[in-house]
Each structure stands twice: as structure tokens, then as C-alpha cells.
């Protein structure tokens, strides 16, 4: 099921219709007024996808910025996901102050998120649709609620590249350069985000003028090129139930009140919202597809000059802190800080310091310091 794809004269009359609510928001001084705005853009198809799909973009800024001009390049942001969650269930929470583009969008920056193909409410690879494509070893869970009897699956290879990845990227990119006339985007991603976004930067090193890396996915092994096939064979997309992640979040506790119930149940009711076909299997899970990776290899890494900033929370345990730490080691720059962040697993922007991560992150976007440094090491929460 692909996301709903209003027609041309829907996508105008909406257009005209925010227009004039945006105005009629600035014209009775409520200018600081926070927006979410939907953008649909083209791009490349990606692996199993179809030759070309349609990105969600979701913008947060403040009724000023869209009405009485752009804000300085340094001032404009796109947001990148990981592996499994997409991008405006990751970065946009709403739940008290839990939203990091929200946080952003009020200190005056335009604040954009993008859906990679096959998350959200991006195109999906029609292969995501077929529940005989659920990993093998999970298909009993879901039977006989959604399936009769364990079936074949219909698609033996992952659903998307990294090089379709760093497409969507592109386009969004560029979708938000000529959108709000700018040369450059600063780039903030986490996990997978990480490669996507930061080996996007290595190509296009002029487009992006900073970084901000929450347990970015490095890797000193990746291969430098493609494998032989791609695709590479594999179960084409991963689930997660609510119980799923539960447990993975649980297993990265360290601290009695490392995260609190209110913000898991907004978040799970995000993720359902944005996967209405896997809302429907079994108990409700989302799906994500698998991704053959290579590239931003070491070489790349040790090239690379974009101001960067790097977080690693204390108790992650899918991206380990001395896995971010070989990331700063190798990192050419030399703008570069690394933020240790105690009491923080993986999900560090939806844990009880979240409010240190905005902060850092904010400074380093506005600034290039974190608590006054351009680099270096800090501790944040000890």
C-alpha cells in the first residue's frame, strides 16, 4: 500500500488553503506559532521498489519563518532516520517536550524530516505488502491471525540499497535547497541514519554545511563497493511489535527512571499510525526494510571535513559507545566533539536527557561548540 498521493489540484487547493491560514496565523501576531507541514517529493527507486517513489517530508518551523523569508542557511535542518523507525515517529514526538525538530523549530530554526522508500509514509516496496515475506522465524506468531498456514515467501532478496538511501536523501536535500533558496542543509540523523546521512556528506561535502550524529552506525569493516549482486539475498524487511521493542529498550536500562511509560505509549502510537498495512497484522507491528549496505568505509571517514558532532549514550547496546568512538577517531575534521551521554541507551532522544542531547545539538548547529569547545570529548549527565 503506498502513502495517499493527493492529485495536483488537491495538492494546490492545499497549498492555497495553507497559505492563507498561514497569513491569517501571522496577521494576528501569533507568529511564533509552531507548524507541521507535509511535503510529497519525487525520487529514485531504491532495490526491490518501483522505479521511482514519493519521500514524506514533514516540516516543524514557525509561521514567521514560512511567510517573511527563509532563515540563514546555517538555520535549516533535515532530520534522517535509522533502521527501523521512520523519521517523524523518531524525531517528532508528541509527547510534552519529547519532539527534538519541535525543540529546534523554536529556537528559529526550518526543521524537515524525510521517510527513506519503504518507512512511513514513503512509497514501499509492493514485496512489504505480501505477509509471506515476514521473516521466516516469526511467521507462527502471526498465524492463524493473519496467515492460514506458514507460506513461502515471494521475495528472497532485501527491499532496499544504501544507494537508494542516499538518493532519498539527495532529493530531499535538494527539494529543501531550492524550497527555501539555500546552499546548504545541516544534516541530523541516528543510528543507520548515520551512514545514510554522513555518506550522503561524503559525496556531496558543499550541500551540507554541519553534522550532528546520534549512534551512528560505523562500521571499520564495511565494503567499499557493492556485492556481486543487488540486492543481496536476505528476508526482505524486519518487523517490530510493541513487545518487541519493549524488550530492546529494557535491555539498555541503566538507570531506574531511564525513560518513562507516557513517552513509549505516544511513540508505539505514532509507529502503528505510520504503517496502517502492519497495523493490521497480528497484534499490530511496523515494518522496515532491510538494506544491503556498503561504503562510508574508513577512507571516506578520514576524508571527510564537514563540522561534526557525535553522541553516544553510556547503555547503548546496538551501537556501542567505542563504535561511535572509532567513528571520531577516524574522523578527518577537525571540527569534531564527541557527547557522552550518561543515563542513555540507543533512544537517547526519548530518554530523561533528552533535554542535554537538544541542547548540544542546538549549540553545535548554531555555534559549531558544544559547552564552548569546537572538539574534544564531553560528558553531559554525570
Known amino acids: 500500500m503506498t502513502p495517499f498521493c493527493p492529485s495536483r489540484r488537491h495538492r494546490i487547493t492545499v497549498t492555497i488553503t495553507l497559505a492563507v491560514s498561514i497569513l491569517a496565523i501571522v496577521g ?98 509492493a514485496v512489504m505488502n505480501d505477509p509471506c515475506n515476514i521473516p521466516a522465524a516469526r511467521q507462527l506468531e502471526f498465524i492463524p491471525a493473519l496467515l492460514r498456514k506458514p507460506c513461502a515467501a515471494s521475495f528472497a532478496k532485501h527491499a532496499t540499497t544504501i544507494a537508494g538511501d542516499w538518493k532519498d536523501v539527495g532529493a530531499a536535500v535538494d527539494y529543501i535547497v531550492g524550497l527555501r533558496q539555500v546552499e546548504q542543509v545541516a544534516l541530523v540523523a541516528w543510528s543507520l541514519g548515520g551512514p545514510r546521512a554522513a555518506g550522503y556528506a561524503a559525496q556531496y561535502p558543499a550541500k551540507v554545511s554541519r553534522m550532528v550524529l546520534l549512534a551512528p552506525a560505523y562500521s571499520r569493516t564495511v565494503a567499499a563497493a557493492p556485492p556481486a549482486t543487488v540486492p543481496t539475498a536476505g528476508e526482505p524487511f524486519t518487523i517490530q511489535t510493541r513487545s518487541d521493542l519493549a524488550t530492546l529498550w529494557d535491555s539498555q536500562v541503566g538507570c531506574s527512571d531511564q525513560y518513562e511509560q507516557g513517552t513509549f505509549d505516544s511513540i508505539w502510537a505514532e ?30 571517514v578520514m576524508k571527510q571535513q564537514t563540522p561534526v558532532l557525535m553522541i553516544t549514550g553510556m547503555h547503548d547496546k546496538q551501537v556501542p559507545p567505542e563504535r561511535v568512538r572509532e567513528l571520531y577517531a577516524d574522523y578527518g575534521g577537525a571540527q569534531k566533539a564527541l557527547v557522552d551521554l550518561a543515563c542513555s541507551s540507543h533512544n537517547a532522544m526519548w530518554e530523561r536527557n533528552h533535554g542535554l542531547l537538544f541542547k548540544a545539538s542546538l549549540e553545535w548547529l548554531d555555534k559549531g561548540t558544544v559547552n564552548g569547545k569546537q572538539s574534544g570529548e564531553v560528558r553531559l549527565g554525570y
Not at 532563515?71 to 533502521?83: E, Q, T
Not at 519532539?99 to 529556537?107: G, H
Open 28 to 125: 494576528a501576531d501569533d507568529a511564533d506559532r509552531l507548524l507541521t507541514i507535509d511535503h510529497y517529493i519525487r525520487a529514485g527507486g531504491s532495490g526491490s521498489g518501483p522505479a521511482e517513489s514519493l519521500l514524506y517530508v514533514r516540516e516543524r518551523t514557525k509561521a514567521s519563518t514560512v511567510v517573511r523569508g527563509s532563515p540563514p542557511r546555517s538555520r535549516v535542518v533535515l532530520f534522517v532516520h535509522g533502521a527501523g523507525t521512520p523519521a517523524e515517529v523518531s524525531f517528532d514526538v508528541p509527547f510534552r517536550d519529547y519532539s527534538w525538530m519541535a525543540y529546534l523549530a523554536n529556537a528559529g530554526f526550518d526543521v524537515f524530516s524525510v521517510d527513506m522508500t519503504g518507512y512511513g509514509r514513503s512509497t514501499r516496496p
Open 271 to 300: 509507529m502503528i499510525a505510520s504503517d496502517p498495512v502492519g497495523a493490521t497484522w497480528g497484534p499490530g507491528l511496523r515494518r522496515a526494510p532491510n538494506v544491503t549496505r556498503w561504503g562510508w568505509t574508513a577512507a571516506d
